[in-house]
């Protein structure tokens, strides 16, 4: 009785508002429906579509890209930042403290931002590009074909180095300094260290960190919406885009459905993929080689 | 990713070889001039700069007017500041903005730490094969990304009459967040020695005089953390409010922030003091609670 109380409050919000949805997805991608009308069972016609769109294609890969892209130069970049405010010196304290801010600011600030900042016309970049003597500045960075999708990569990374930065900190921390004291009296260099202690130590802070990328930027949705919608063309346009756009704006919410369960699908794969190839053995490694 | 191999490590940490006094002079000679910190510094000084320029280009920004804006140095608080953008999006919605996301923020951070210190305080006192299916269910939902949930939640909210409303927001936004409270407050939970609860037990205390006298008082550190991890997520949430409401009334910050976009064009001095105006009040609480809240924002990370 007292497990059903301590339970069922969480299993109806969560049930209704986590479970149904992934089963009416399901569903909904054998019907056609607008929204408002009657739905329509269509059998597999939404996902014989799905298999000839090429938008759909287009936006799996430019989500590829997006994926690969940010785990490339996010995970060294926040190694590399991490490293640098676990050491010793004072100052480094203070930087990690500014380090943090953008993750104070919501999705929606730090896209607005980022557009006055990046306006070809009046914006500081261009400002820059125009006044320092570095024309490569001055172009319209979201609305080029060829800069577009590399200027979204950037944002994201802007939003979320602090974040990964932060883990990496703690993961530094952990590592007990016996095993620096140890490698000192062998006289290995400090690149030596970093290849031959911290990097093997910090393999459960990468598992974490790398999940927490590729998962993001594969459902990657709200700087990409309020900038670019996808454009130019569909440089931008990712698979979450794409399934929101055809849901609201095409109100083909059974096509949009297929789209949604791809997405899904892709995530949870992707999920449990690095958990195994990379998580086996993650919890004991964090005090491995103390001996 | 990389993973050395564990010979290498091993080789790390075993007894110097013979020479062990050129190796100790050797490595103190590393730890006295180092270039690679010279290195380092430059380094973190460039991502220091990436990180604050946007940030003072924003502050400057929302100091100019519209007409200042287009004339004046970008970079340089030269030719007139002013606060007056600050009212100008104050009296233009941006107060009902915050009320609602304050609203939202606190319901849903409640909402999702009570049930899921329930949740979790039943998971280590379970009697029934009800609690383990439950569980199992609950961390599946760690897995599945809430952005391919939208197309059934706009259906499930249309139907559920709730459409447009902030009881929509607080629902759904909590209902996302418990795979992940559930899991992290389970892990603290489960390290209160089980010796304290047999005894408080052995005296008679019903399971709800040893949640509420035992369990709560011991848990608010997480509860903080979790608190803090909720909130911020919600607060910043973009996507749920975009797709489950659409008048001006429900907006919450993140999406009234971009209708002043679509408002307000142009006026990017306006837009740039609506932004900081809503991250006001994160400010305060990071600066005012630093460690709880870097705790907080790592919160997935730790275990």
Sequence with gaps: MADFVGFAPTMVLYGGLILLPIGLAVALSFYSWNGIGKMRYVGGANWAQFFHDPIAGHSLEVTGVLVLASWLVQTPLSMALGMFVAGRQRYRAVYAAFYLLPLLLSTAGIALMWQSLLDP????????????????????????????????????????????????????KQIPDVLYEAAALDGITPWQQFLHITLPQLR???????????????????????????????????????????????????????????????????????????????????????? | MSVSAPG?????????????????????????ARPGRAVAFVLGTVWLVVVLAPIYFMVLSSLRNEGTYITANPWVPTGGLTFSEYSTVFHAGLGTYFVNSVIVTGSSVVLTLTLSLAMSFRVIRRTSRFAGWS???????????????????YVIILKLGIYDTLLALILTLSASAIPVAVLIMLSFIRDIPRELIDAMAVDGAGEWRIFGRLI????????????????????????????????????????????????????????MAAVLLSVIPLVVLYVAMRRQFVRGLSGVGLR
Aim: with cysteine.
């Design chain 1, 121 to 172: 016309n009046f914006g500081g970049i261009a400002w820059l590009g125009e006044h320092l003597g570095m024309p490569f500045l001055h172009q319209n960075w979201l609305g080029g074909n060829s800069t577009a999708l590399w200027t979204i990569v950037f944002l994201i990374a802007w939003q979320f180095v602090p974040f990964h930065t932060l883990l990496y900190q703690m993961g530094r």
């Design chain 1, 204 to 291: 459960y802070t990468i598992v974490v960190s790398s999940t927490l990328i590729v998962v993001g930027s594969l459902t990657y949705f709200d700087i990409i919406y309020i900038l670019t919608v996808g454009g130019p063309g569909y440089t931008t346009r990712v698979l979450s885009l794409d399934m929101y756009l055809e849901a609201f704006t095409n109100l083909s919410f059974g096509y949009a459905s297929v789209l949604a369960v791809v997405l899904g699908v892709i995530g949870i794969a992707v999920a449990l993929v690095l958990v195994r190839i990379t998580g086996f053995s993650s919890m004991e490694s964090q005090r491995e080689g103390m001996a």
């Design chain 2, 8 to 32: 290498l490590r091993l080789r790390a940490c075993a007894p110097a070889r013979p020479g062990l006094a050129a190796r100790m002079r050797r490595a103190g000679h590393h730890l006295r």
């Design chain 2, 135 to 153: 569980l199992r269910l609950v961390i599946f939902g760690l897995a599945i990304p809430i952005q391919a949930l939208i197309v059934p939640l």
């Design chain 2, 216 to 271: 709560v008082p011991l848990s608010r550190p997480v509860l903080a953390t979790l608190g803090i991890y909720t909130g911020l997520n919600v607060w910043n949430n973009f996507l749920i409010p975009l797709v489950l409401t659409q008048s001006n009334g429900t907006a919450v910050l993140p999406l009234g922030l971009y209708k002043f976009q679509g408002e307000y064009g142009i006026d990017v001095p306006a837009i």
